[in-house]
T-cell receptor, first 111, second 114 residues
Framework: GQNIDQPTEMTATEGAIVQINCTYQ??????LFWYQQHAGEAPTFLSY????GLEEKGRFSSFLSRSKGYSYLLLKELQMKDSASYLC????????????FGTGTRLLVSP | KAGVTQTPRYLIKTRGQQVTLSCSPI?????VSWYQQTPGQGLQFLFE???????NKGNFPGRFSGRQFSNSRSEMNVSTLELGDSALYLC?????????????FGPGTRLTVT
């Protein structure tokens, strides 16, 4: 099975950098995904990592260490609109398109 | 290209009734997955359909079922509704043929069981 842990809530200031951690335990692995979900809206895809290392996409970066079962999402130059929940999800290697989600980290960005 | 659409957006049902939710994937996407989202449990996988076949199922009771049509549209059905079935039901579609393809989510159907 899979077990995914992320902090429940984080706060940060506009313009700052924040790192959201995700640890996972899985018997098989086909990639780790990050999604953003604003209150009352659908999750939207941010990034995925298959191999170890850092993937950068504008203000967002995601890192993966498969040997440690660890990932993080780095958000730079925070904006008020970044206040949302950030969901870490693992795709098990037996699950086709199935994703197993953590419970999400609610990020509050203040002025 | 239009996104994933789900109908209805909101639904109120009584315990013991049944409900059918509909999902239309992005054009060209043949894989459709369903998730249940609740404040306590987060997003939990219900099932996945591809080419009208269920190829993966989560740990939900048999009251939860689904199907997919030849045009890739999907429906899920919940029979004998319980209060605990109140949740946001999300449908997601993805492009088959790419192992690391992302899923695109619809806006969801908010189901309230009273």
């Amino acid at each position: 099975g899979q077990n995914i842990d992320q902090p429940t809530e984080m706060t940060a200031t506009e313009g700052a950098i924040v790192q959201i951690n995700c640890t996972y335990q899985t018997s098989g692995f086909n990639g780790l995904f990050w999604y953003q979900q604003h209150a009352g809206e659908a999750p939207t895809f941010l990034s995925y990592n298959v191999l170890d290392g850092l993937e950068e996409k504008g203000r967002f970066s995601s890192f993966l260490s498969r040997s440690k079962g660890y990932s993080y999402l780095l958000l730079k130059e925070l904006q008020m609109k970044d206040s949302a929940s950030y969901l870490c999800a693992v795709r098990p290697n037996t699950g086709f398109q199935k994703l197993v989600f953590g419970t999400g980290t609610r990020l509050l960005v203040s002025p | 290209k239009a996104g994933v659409t789900q109908t209805p957006r909101y639904l109120i049902k009584t315990r013991g009734q049944q409900v059918t939710l509909s999902c239309s994937p992005i054009s060209g996407h043949r894989s459709v997955s369903w998730y249940q989202q609740t404040p306590g449990q987060g997003l939990q996988f219900l099932f996945e359909y591809f080419s009208e076949t269920q190829r993966n199922k989560g740990n939900f009771p048999g009251r939860f079922s689904g199907r997919q049509f030849s045009n890739s549209r999907s429906e899920m059905n919940v029979s004998t509704l319980e209060l605990g079935d109140s949740a946001l039901y999300l449908c997601a579609s993805s492009l088959e043929g790419r192992l690391y393809s992302e899923q695109y989510f619809g806006p969801g159907t908010r189901l309230t069981v009273t």
